[in-house]
């Protein structure tokens, strides 16, 4: 069975440092992976996604996400984080039938 | 393009009476919605998913006489919490997804805002 594992419940950072959000998958084929943001009581906007092609996905507000089949990950990565950016990240990954399976997700704090 | 819209945002009900949160594509066909369930601080988990016109396949361990889902349109689903106890209180969260455009290929899933369901 397939599953996401986002093994840092929660992250800190300080505004204008980097950001990396670990994402760690298990499937038996090509996975379809996703990485979603939601803001407190919202729904989830979609940052990027990968399908297939280039390992390097560029998403909207800056984010970036690289697949890495060899370590069965998609580990999200922003250069300068913004107060804005404090929510709660999801991985997800597409299985059969078209349902997406989600990791446990990561609260991103944002120090002024 | 792609909204998902939920009503209401937020219900407060008392225990034994049932509550209905609607879902719907505002500009788009949406020929599979899925509900979704998540708890405070911890992740979405499926709850079933819906077919325009057929019944909805729910997830292991979900009720489906407690949560009736309804997709009578290819822009609205519903689920319907019956009999609500304190421990339905969550947020449930709807998505929609447009007709698959050929075989293997995939549809992005768009999320609805949420309903948060407290039950007293």
């Known amino acids: 069975a397939q599953s996401v594992t986002q093994p840092d419940i929660h992250i800190t950072v300080s505004e204008g440092a980097s950001l990396e959000l670990r994402c760690n998958y298990s499937?038996?084929?090509?996975?379809?992976l996703f990485w979603y943001v939601q803001s407190p009581g919202q729904g989830l906007q979609l940052l990027l996604k990968y399908f297939s092609g280039d390992t390097l996905v560029q998403g909207i507000k800056g984010f970036e996400a690289e697949f890495k089949r060899s370590q069965s990950s998609f580990n999200l990565r922003k250069p300068s984080v913004h107060w804005s950016d404090a929510a709660e990240y999801f991985c997800a990954l597409k299985a059969a039938g078209n349902k997406l399976t989600f990791g446990g997700g990561t609260r991103v704090l944002v120090k002024p | 393009g792609a909204v998902v819209s939920q009503h209401p945002s937020w219900v407060i009900c008392k225990s034994g009476t049932s509550v209905k949160i609607e879902c719907r594509s505002l500009d788009f066909q949406a020929t599979t919605m899925f509900w979704y369930r998540q708890f405070p601080k911890q992740s979405l988990m499926l709850m079933a998913t819906?077919?325009?016109?057929?019944?909805?396949?729910?997830e292991q361990g979900v009720e489906k006489d407690k949560f009736l889902i309804n997709h009578a349109s290819l822009t609205l689903s519903t689920l319907t919490v019956t009999s609500a106890h304190p421990e339905d209180s969550s947020f449930y969260i709807c998505?929609?997804?447009?007709?698959?455009?050929?075989?293997?290929?995939?549809?992005?899933?768009?999320f609805g805002p949420g309903t948060r369901l407290t039950v007293l």
């Open positions: 499937y038996g084929a090509t996975p379809y």
């Open positions: 819906s077919n325009e016109g057929s019944k909805a396949t729910y």
């Open positions: 998505s929609a997804r447009t007709k698959q455009a050929a075989t293997g290929s995939y549809n992005e899933q768009f």
